[in-house]
């Protein structure tokens, strides 16, 4: 299932939830909970990196709307419209989204293809990202921050990914920048267990839903479409023999 494209529009709608007026306003107990940050040098001393990675749990979505709703004193339409909006933009409804932010010091950074760096695990099962900021792949030195998104539902049964997890994990092969050379992978584990209630329903999450199950119905139907017709070719290669065995027989 394809992810929504990085956008600017995105930025516009997280910047709040990375903003110190949104840390602030929640204790800084959310944006704590679910972000997890390393620091690394390399041995030489000519690159440091920072790696930030927040995971866009129903807690931390919950909070971010909340916020928003509070700060601007919004009608419960116009909060259902910009729940729509983020939870489309950050794709939530087909994919697994994490905000990455990074800062490079000295040494440039290259990672370049950036989603080979990359894993997310659940349930000791490892997953590629379906799409990330693309400008992940360019020359890195001082701030650098995007999207990555993962797969939610698996390509062949259709089943969440996520149901059932105790936690989720992303990996950071060291191989993605010099000051993590010769040093274990980064490995950041999310516990699902505390994840405090879902995603507030409403029509938002009723649009959302429509939204996925239609793209599924279409998947459905181009897969039937293609097995009917390579049943029809069959049918008509059975016939053609059968119709060339009756030949044959009658001779």
Known sequence: ????????????????????????????????????????????????????????????????????????????????????????????SECIPFHIDMYVRGVPMYAQPFDRHITMMVGGKKYTPVDYDKRFNFKILGPRDGMVYFPRYDDKTGKEILAGAKDVRLIFDSSISHALAGKKDVLWVWDLSKDRGKIAGGRAADRLEADRLIRRS??????????????????????????????LQSE
Do not use: C
């Open 1 to 92: 299932m394809p992810a929504k494209k990085f956008t600017a529009s995105l930025m516009i709608l997280l910047f709040t939830a990375f903003s110190p007026a949104f840390a602030a306003s929640n204790d800084d107990a959310v944006l704590k909970a679910w972000t997890h940050e390393t620091k690394a040098q390399s041995k030489e001393g000519d690159q440091e990196i920072t790696l930030k990675a927040t995971y866009f749990s129903n807690e931390y979505v919950n909070a971010l709307i909340n916020y928003e709703a509070e700060k601007n004193l919004w009608t419960a339409d116009e909060m259902e419209n910009y729940k729509y909006t983020l939870l489309k933009n950050i794709n939530l």
């Open 218 to 247: 279409d998947k459905l139907k181009s897969e039937r479409e293609e097995l009917q017709k390579k049943l029809d070719e069959l049918n008509k290669e059975y016939k053609d023999i059968n119709s060339r065995i009756d030949e």
